[in-house]
């Protein structure tokens, strides 16, 4: 019986019937001693990719033969948080009276700009992959939904190479009604990922202990930096218009780790000329030069972005024309303003991307059972 074991390929899949008996040598203080044994599974031989030696693979490889990759019990691993902390967002949400929702994938138009927009072919006309629910969660709050949430895939059709950068990832987006500026969203926010990791946290200490030490939860609340404030503290100079790059975000991480101690932070008031493009949010009644939406960041990266919608039509409008958009083209998501739209915001939540974290992973598609890039369609 063990020539034909050692015959066997590794990986192969066999019962084994026979006594068990306590043994002080045995990893687990048990073995057995075989007396039936029949092979359910042959492995082929050699395997494209070891599951149990020490060397490491290249990313490349790895995905190839994913399959394989995942037998490894740390990457199996990942998945386990993944869920649990998926699980933990659900029950935060849930307990804070959001309803889970479902919003189509099938667009006839973006809501995040045309550049990373998937084409589709749907029956002869033109369509697109939804890049995130943005437009539908924002219908339903002018459908009497107050507080709602998704946890879905999106699409970006995004040409860079980059280790945070998906073409397909898990956005939790969020949507609440009857607001009264950012506070109330960003108070939801903090309040749903410190319950989420205390959630994940319990889940693992018994399974996957190695895991559960990582996930101490924040302190609340974030620190809240205006973002003219941020450029000062990445030593830039003030009100160019651009965004933060990844650099400078990077920097602005550790600059506040030093300073507060805190891996998690809010970048507030991002001025109206950064967000150009977003034509849905609102411009702030007091100063429309600034808007009142704000991105999350996790040590450096951001992980969520979110604000106070523009709820009035006349207004809107506007903000679409100066995006160089024509109003007329959204026909659905005008209508639901037209007959009473409460003032409204929320934000958007890369999955991906704080699994990736939380996990301590150095590339994003590690986060993914099966990521879409830009060059893997496959498997
Ligand atoms: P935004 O475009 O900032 O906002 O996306 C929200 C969050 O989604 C994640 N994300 C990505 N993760 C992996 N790969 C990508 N290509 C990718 N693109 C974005 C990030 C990001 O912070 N509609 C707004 C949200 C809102 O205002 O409610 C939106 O989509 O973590």
Known sequence: MFAELEALPRESIVAVEGKVQRSAKANRGVELLPEKLEVIARSESPLPLGVVDKVSVELDTRFNHRVLDLRKPSVRAVFRLRSAILEGFRRSLAGMGFLEVETPKILRQGAEGGATLFPVDYFGKPAFLAQSPQLYKQMLMGAGFERVFEIAPAFRAEPSDTVRHLTEFSSLDLEMAYIDGPEAIREVLERAVVEALAHARERLSESAPEIAERLAPPKRPFPRIPFAEAEGLVGRPGATGRDLGTEEE??????????????????????????????YAERRPDDPSLTGYFDLDFDGVEVASGGPREH????????????????????????????????????????????????GLSNIREARLFPRDRYRLEP
């Open 250 to 279: 990077k920097r602005l991480g550790e600059v506040v780790k030093g300073r507060d101690g805190a891996p998690f932070y809010f970048i507030t008031d991002y001025p109206t000329s950064v967000k150009a493009s977003t034509f």
């Open 312 to 359: 009035r039509i006349a207004r809107l409008d506007e903000n679409i024309r100066s995006a160089g958009l024509d109003p007329e083209s959204f026909p659905a998501y005008r209508e639901a303003f037209r007959f009473g739209m409460p003032p409204h915001g929320g934000f958007g939540f890369g999955i991906d991307r704080f699994v990736q974290l939380t996990a």
